[in-house]
């Protein structure tokens, strides 16, 4: 479920099937303290979208998957449960798909094709905004789960234990009954194309030439509509990352040594006002002041 963390008003928006639950789990392993907060009535309360919710926050975070892998895993996830209703009597986004019921991998996937095109694309929309009208601060990838929250969480100075979050074991993962799904070569092409927009948007040079697997390198999506975010839509890099914590690092650790600076000069102050020679001053002063020299 999407979840309030509280250390930073800081919103996770759990986009189905993108590692969600283990983001939840871990970071409550990990010592962060969240909460569930409030949303309008009508809707699914473990996925709802932002403009569901009551409250607002200073920062909004989200995760994706390369929809190759979402499909997949949807399908497992529903034969696993035989195509379980998802909360009956609200709004929930993969309510469109229950028409796509199939135990047959390809079956589902032209359903999808002709019922839902570009579902994943669509959803994604829903739940972050359109390009360069978004409503996130930082997009996480499925594929780099780990690697992306500790950033994220890092950026936002969130005080959680590294190690724990790393060791923490996955969650939620969908196992078919029915076996792994196998890709009709056609299908995935129909697929690609139609979710081509979300690939390049999420991915951009991520992904291989085939399009189907994604390197194995960590970056982070900034989204350029937020004023607080990166001012640039590019993806930018570790070690720019890296170098914008040092910066932060350095000017924290002059702050604090100024501040120590301040404080020692005014004790000093404080010494020098209360000793014999500044209270004969202070005399000489107002004698000073009551017999003015002749001009």
């Known amino acids: 479920m999407s979840v309030h963390i509280l250390q930073s008003n800081a919103l996770f928006l759990h986009i189905p099937k993108t590692g969600g639950t283990w983001i939840e789990q871990a970071m409550l392993a990990a010592g962060i303290e969240t909460e569930t907060d409030r949303t309008t009535s009508g809707v699914t309360w473990r996925h709802s979208l932002l403009r569901h919710y009551v409250d607002r926050y200073d920062c909004v975070f989200t995760f994706v998957r390369h929809p190759l892998t979402w499909y997949e895993s949807w399908w497992k996830f529903q034969t696993w449960l035989n195509w379980k209703d998802h909360e009956p009597g609200v709004w929930h986004p993969q309510k469109i798909l229950e028409r796509c019921e199939s135990n047959d991998f390809s079956k589902f996937i032209r359903l999808c094709i002709q019922l839902e095109p570009a579902y994943v694309t669509r959803m994604y ?26 950033q994220i969480l890092r950026l936002r100075s969130v ?7 790393r060791a923490y074991a996955p969650a939620n993962v969908s196992l078919s009954p029915l076996g ?36 194995s390198a960590s970056v982070l999506y900034f989204s350029p509509a937020r004023k607080d975010a990166s001012p640039q839509s590019e993806f930018p890099t570790n070690a720019r990352l890296r170098k914008q914590q040092d910066t932060i690092q350095r000017l924290r650790k002059r702050v604090k040594n100024l501040e120590a600076k301040l404080e020692a000069s005014e004790n000093e102050v404080v010494a020098m006002k209360t000793s014999k020679f500044w209270q004969l001053r202070s005399h000489w002063m107002k004698l000073k002041a009551k017999f003015p020299r002749n001009s």
Do not use: C, M
Not at 128 to 143: H, K, Q
């Open 180 to 215: 792994k799904p196998v890709w009709d070569e056609a299908l995935k092409a129909q697929i690609l194309e139609l979710e081509a927009p979300v690939i390049k948007r999420f991915y951009g040079d991520e992904i291989n030439s085939d399009k189907t697997q994604v390197r």
């Open 159 to 165: 005080e959680f234990d590294e190690a724990i979050l």
């Open 125 to 150: 929309e829903w739940y972050i905004g359109p390009p360069e009208g978004e409503f996130v601060d930082f997009v996480g990838r499925y594929e780099h789960l780990t690697d992306d929250l500790i």
